[in-house]
């Protein structure tokens, strides 16, 4: 169990609330957009903190990157391992199918190549986001 305080985003659940949350962090789950790379690392914090751990590679990633994990990095035992869909909406639908009875609190960018589908996919999911309204928001000019 985990016991955080918690600030949620008023445009995605009502007015900003400061509240103590307690966390069965093993009846949730985390979506990882493309984890290569350091992005490894960010996903074994989260296997750590007790979250199952869903990879999702977007289209055309290479099965090569796919094996880019650092030496640093301990096994990642994913829930599961799937495809982004044609669409935003069967990714939607292929990821609900992955988590099964899990709760998805979470999608996060694993590597550049994940951000704007992860940014779209955690707004659809209505889970804290960057959004979609900024594109090009990372762009470091």
């Not at 949350?21 to 690392?41: F, H, M, N």
């Not at 990633?61 to 829930?79: D, I, Q, R, T």
């Not at 707004?123 to 986001?129: I, P």
């Amino acid at each position: 169990l985990i016991r955080h305080m918690s600030n949620d985003r008023p445009e995605l659940r009502g007015p900003l609330m400061r509240r103590m949350t307690t966390v069965d962090s093993t009846k949730e789950a985390v979506i990882i957009v493309d984890p290569y790379s350091t992005g490894c690392l960010v996903g074994e914090e989260i296997m750590k903190r007790g979250f199952s751990l869903i990879a999702l590679w977007t289209r055309g990633f290479a099965e090569e990157m796919k094996k880019h994990v650092p030496m640093s990095c301990g096994p990642l035992n994913y829930l599961d391992q799937i495809d982004e869909a044609e669409s935003l909406q069967a990714t939607v639908d292929v990821v609900f199918k992955a988590a099964g009875n899990k709760r998805i609190v979470a999608c996060i960018a694993g590597g550049e190549a994940g951000v704007d589908l992860a940014d779209a996919l955690s707004e659809k999911l209505k889970v804290r986001s960057n959004g979609t309204e900024i594109p090009n928001r990372r762009d470091k000019k």
